[in-house]
Nanobody
Framework: QVQLVESGGGLVQPGGSLRLSCAAS????????MGWYRQAPGKQRELVAR???????NYADSVKGRFTISRDNAKNTMYLQMNSLQPEDTAVYYC????????????WGQGTQVTVSS
């Protein structure tokens, strides 16, 4: 049974920081590209950042220089360090696991709420 469990969300003031975690089980973690997506009310889900099995990262332009994605294959866990948070970062953040070789597989976590407000 595959599980992706996000944690670390919450309420933070503008300019603050949060660190999200995604703990994976039931998959060969090191074989998956991992990603963080977010969905704000009334908006489509969007990519925030991704990290390949080899550690190559890419970010949405809106978070470059503020957010850092990382992974610890020994702990089957992915992280998102979010600094200089702004109200527009408010959203539900989802963890995604993406296997790009056959069989192609894709899994989602249940999401964690991040609210940036004074």
């Amino acid at each position: 049974q595959v599980q992706l469990v996000e944690s670390g969300g919450g309420l933070v003031q503008p300019g603050g920081s949060l660190r999200l975690s995604c703990a994976a089980s039931g998959i060969i973690f090191r074989s998956y590209r991992m990603g963080w997506y977010r969905q704000a009310p009334g908006k489509q889900r969007e990519l925030v950042a991704r990290i390949t099995s080899g550690g190559v990262t890419n970010y949405a332009d809106s978070v470059k220089g503020r957010f850092t994605i990382s992974r610890d294959n020994a702990k089957n866990t992915m992280y998102l360090q979010m600094n200089s948070l702004q109200p527009e970062d408010t959203a539900v953040y989802y963890c995604n696991a993406d296997r790009l070789i056959s069989p192609v597989l894709n899994y989602w976590g249940q999401g964690t709420q991040v609210t940036v407000s004074s």
